[in-house]
């Protein structure tokens, strides 16, 4: 709560006098609601402890930023931490169900995703009206298919019952978030802290991982799986690990060597873009992995069909810009060979039911 102060103490911060008024208020009011909420014991006062110490954080990266108060930052991002640790510690008893608090947090995940989808892929030349930073329309309708990714994951995601079914796709949203978040932070310089989109998407990258990795965290206990659901294959548990095991390693190119990276890539990327890329490609590798040492239909199918969004989705955004590939590299065959292969995969893993999936009787014999 004393946090809300900072906006009105850092002049330095960008913004008008009304609009770090406006913060400070943004900041205070779910800050009040969440003292009411623990000291009632309500069951959402937790959630709303996240939601503040997220506002908190975006404001101390954008002090850190501009350079305004370094010590007091640092005072401030270990009381944050401190306080999230506090969260994490609170007993949260597990439920085999799925929460309307947790389909509330997919709601906001699939909004705010999907309007990234539509701009990146419908109107990529405006790509800078959804994001605070501003690229060419290959790259926006490549977002595009990643957003669009994300939107599918979320929806069904809110469609499901049991906790089992979502269980992959929250550690995905937790890892997706969570590394384009540090992404970010890594790169203060980059973003124009006078405007909206800045601010909106750093909230959005330090609360989203922040609550999905919680929810992720109080569930763990719960390991049980759908007994009605058909067991996965062997075919479809060896495509996910060769999956997994590709995305991974193109994922962590991207992010700890992105200049070599760069130069590889298929067409034109910056340094910052291409560990932006590496976000998304982790949560691709990482769930598919572990989707793969699952053992039913019901917790995979989300996984195969956000996947499959993806790879339609890059693979239709490459064919309407194939000019900007060069037919002669190995990159460019390799790009295109490939999103095609996993998208006829995953297509055929969708629409024919005894490729993925094992009968009951010999599955639980």
């Known amino acids: 709560l004393l946090g809300s102060l900072n906006p009105l103490l850092r002049h330095d911060l960008s913004g008008s006098a009304t609009g770090l008024q406006v ?41 850190l930023a501009e350079h305004v108060e370094r010590a007091l930052t640092a005072i401030n991002l270990i009381l944050i931490t401190v306080t999230a640790l506090m969260v994490f510690r609170a007993t949260i008893t597990p439920s085999p169900n799925l929460s309307d608090y947790q389909r509330a ?32 329309p290959l790259h926006a309708r490549f977002l595009g298919a990643m957003y669009l990714s994300g939107t599918v994951f979320m929806v ?126 982790l949560s691709y590798g990482l769930g598919s992995l572990y989707a793969a040492r699952l053992r039913t239909w019901s917790e995979v199918r989300i996984v195969i069909f956000g996947t499959l969004a993806f790879t339609v989705g890059v693979l239709l955004a490459s064919m309407l810009h194939a000019n900007l590939f060069d037919a002669r590299t190995p990159s460019a065959w390799l790009w295109f060979g490939s999103f095609a292969v996993a998208s006829a995969a995953l297509l055929l893993f969708t629409v024919i039911p005894v490729l993925c999936r094992t009968p009951r009787s010999s599955a639980y014999s």
């Open 23 to 63: 913060l400070a208020v943004a900041l205070a009011v779910p800050a009040l609601l969440a003292i009411a909420g623990l000291w009632r014991g309500r069951s959402w006062a937790l959630w709303a402890v996240l939601v503040v110490l997220s506002l908190q954080t975006t404001i101390e990266l954008a002090a």
């Open 105 to 136: 947090l997919f709601a906001v995940v699939a909004l705010f995703a999907g309007t990234v989808a539509f701009w990146g892929l419908y109107l990529p030349k405006d790509i800078a009206r959804a994001l605070p930073l501003s690229v060419p």
């Open 156 to 281: 069904i995601g809110i469609a499901a019952r049991r906790w089992s079914e979502v269980r992959v796709m929250t550690l995905m949203l937790a890892i997706w978030t969570g590394m384009l978040g540090a992404v970010s932070a890594l790169h203060l310089e980059a973003f124009d802290w006078s405007r909206l989109a800045t601010w909106l998407w750093f909230f959005a990258y330090i609360d989203f991982p922040l609550i999905a990795l919680w929810i992720a965290w109080t569930q763990r206990a719960e390991t049980h799986s759908d007994a009605n659901s058909p067991a996965i294959s062997d075919l479809l548990r060896t495509y996910l690990n060769v999956q997994g095991a590709t995305a991974l390693a193109l994922a962590l190119c991207l992010l700890f060597a992105p200049g070599f990276m760069s130069r590889m890539w298929p067409w034109a990327i910056k340094v910052l873009l291409a560990q932006i890329y590496g976000a998304p490609f």
